[in-house]
């Protein structure tokens, strides 16, 4: 393990059920400046991965740190650390979308003049600012998954952990995010994503993990996932075609 | 599909399995009695003043003002969820069936409801109006009345205008108050001739804003309010998992919660403080807030005042306690890096310091007593604060009992 590793989960079990856990002896790293995907078909357990680093299911074996830290020595560190993008944007209906941004600015310490500042610049790149002060129960379905990354981004911890974030986005809503994420990246934050859209990721990620039922069948960068695919001059999608078909 | 059938069971299922394990617990609670005693307490104090009524009471503005809300206010359970407007779509022709176990319930309890308020303030009415109006003739008019609402509400919630909903909303509100008033002021006669009109244009009207077959959407919404509703009242009691409330935009209370200090600790106080400016909750303790002081200023210069008073901030903190069960399943707070313990401990605090709130503005009515009561009226105050420690207290202990979801 890299003494500055951001995200390190090593053998990694876990699930539901003790008798049938869904992950199996799950290993790997996101180093600080990175972005990792995770990707997976329906099923394969990625969600479950999130749900564990999120500290939302505990794991039967194996151990996830965060900046070295494990959830159960410091729970408010750990959780400072990460911020995370739901598949389904879960908003509070009683709060307008600068009212979820102020409440996630409060409860992860960021000074008021950060967050102001933040808030605006999010606000505008998203194409936010005439819905700020909207109730959450009046946005469609993509806004509120703009409301969703937008607070991620105001906390700016050094983890996103970011799941199918695509979904229910414009092109120019893809645009802004994925962009946003590269200068993130570049500032140093570390990006955990989870999509199925992998001709868009492909060109985003520095490395994948690939995971089928539970276990990581290939991992690294995108040449390394071709090598151990055994494709040449293929996209990401006919390599990981070809590392899960057969295996069912 | 027998769509009465379906609603039958869906009604069955909620108040079999959603509401009824509740019951016990309810019964078993210490508030639930002290509600009981304050029912007794009630009886003893309207009997009393049955029998020795103030000169001068003003009877008719307080029929007006209990008959009004009672007579206009309605509402219909359907039981639809959301998943209905795919499945259900295409029996929309056959709707009708399903909503007419909704109208029947809407309607006939309600009826109950009000003919059972009609009958306690009964004796009181009759020995207080000059020329009251004979018994079942005034049923009979608030039955037709409180139909007549109920009608309109009906029809409110299939218009497909939102503008036109909330236009006719207000419209039934003046009418059935305008026919209220003129049955109680005017001679018997003369108002029936007036409220017959006054139905009739109403009902003409009621034809004219373009309607859904269903207003499915609506209808949910509708339908997420009341059994929220529902749970709410349960959640006083004991602690009800998965309440939903309605939601209030309230625009001009959006700086409430702005000034709590910016910093991780409080943050679930901001959150608390927004979700509550914009709940149920904040109506009822406004509302509950006017009677109290409405009461308390009546009789300001007896005990009775104080001890209704003591009554109402009690009231107040019941209905505050909700406060700490908000939120009590949401994600974010097992995923943001709440300090361990902070939501008790706001919650708590800002229960108690509403209610203070509370105890402090309903107690100002009881100053015109004047100055030869100061003292009692001082002692009132202590008391009032005194229950606002004691609900805080109680909440505490119950939180340390039964939820260890924020450790």
Redesign the interface.
Known sequence: MNGNTVLDIQGLSGGYSLNRPVLHDVSFQVNPGEMVGLIGLNGAGKSTTMKHI???MTPQKGEIRVRGKKRDED??????SLA?V?ESP?L?????VR?HL???A????VP?GDYEERADRLSRIFRMQDKM?S?S?QLSKGMRQKVMIMCAFVARPSLYIIDEPFLGLDPLGIRSLLDFMVELKEGGSSILLSSHILSTIENYCDRFVVLHQGSIIAQGTLEAIEAQAGTTGAGLEDMFYTLVQGRD | MDLMKLRAERRSRFWGKEVLPYLGYVLQSGVAALMLFALIVFSAWYTSLVQHIPAGLPIRWIMLVLFVPLTVNSSFRTYLAPADTVFLLPQESRMKSYFQGSWTSGVVYKLLGLALIFLISWPIYVRSDGQPKPFWLFLLVLIALKLLASYGCWKELRMVSRRATFAYRVLRYVVLALCVAAWIWQPAGRSLIFIVLLAATYTAALRLPAKHPVAWERLIAQEKVHSGRVLMVLGWFVNVPGREQRVYARKWLSWAGNNIPWKPEAAYRYLLMKSFVRSDILGIVLRVGILAAFLAWWQRGSNVGIGIYWFFVFLAGIQLSSLLRFHSESFWLHVYPIAPGSRRRNAIKLAFQIQLTFAAVTWLPLLGAGLERMGTVLMALLGGIVLCLLSRFFASRKKTEDDEDDE
């Not at chain 1, 729970?75 to 400072?80: A, D, K, V, W």
């Not at chain 1, 409060?106 to 310490?109: G, H, K």
């Open positions: 999120l500290g939302l729970s408010e560190t750990y959780h400072g995370f739901p879960l509070y209906d009683d709060m307008t009212e102020e409440f996630t409060r409860a992860y310490n008021r002060d109730l129960t």
